[in-house]
């Protein structure tokens, strides 16, 4: 088989859809029920995977200025300069990208777990909120072929990614 994802993909949603799903029981409610989100998550999966490098660089710049935001006295500052190191190269993987936010947002975690004065920990919590409204935006439009948005024209569409 090719390793090209998109059509290992298309060949699996192929496969269900035209050998697996006539061979279901109709009785079988609840595995035509999970074939058909199968399906469909497969589908939103096979559209989204041509963006998935600039979306988990746009993570990275979530967490950047989220870590910015509530660490003034930057304790991470060496984090968020390796963080930015990584997004000003246009050669960096996206397995790097993801580790990198993910060990940033880590000790992002553990430093805000470390404030005990309940007022700078309120303050904290509302730049918290402040700052995750654009990673909130970005799972929205990212998950928007789910269905699940009551008003879908409110959500933020995944501008200047690749489609």
Do not use: Y
Not at 118 to 125: H, K, P, Q, T
């Amino acid at each position: 088989m090719q390793p090209d994802p998109d059509l290992q993909l298309r060949v699996a949603i192929k496969a269900l859809r035209d050998v697996v799903m006539p061979s279901l029981d109709p009785e079988n409610a609840l595995a035509n029920e999970q074939l058909q989100l199968t399906l469909a998550t497969l589908e939103m999966v096979r559209s989204r995977l041509p963006m998935v490098h600039e979306v988990a660089r746009k993570e990275l710049e979530n967490a950047v200025d989220l870590a910015r935001s509530v660490d003034p006295e930057e304790t991470i500052a060496g984090m968020i300069a390796s963080a930015e190191e990584l997004l000003g190269d246009s050669a960096s993987t996206t397995s790097a990208i993801d580790a990198s936010r993910i060990s940033l947002l880590d000790e992002v975690s553990k430093s805000l777990n470390c404030v005990t004065d309940s007022e700078r920990r309120m303050v904290l919590a509302r730049s918290v909120i402040a700052a995750s409204k654009s990673q909130c935006d970005l799972a929205r439009g990212w998950s928007l072929p789910g269905g699940f948005e009551r008003d879908p024209q409110e959500v933020p569409i995944l501008e200047g990614f690749a489609n």
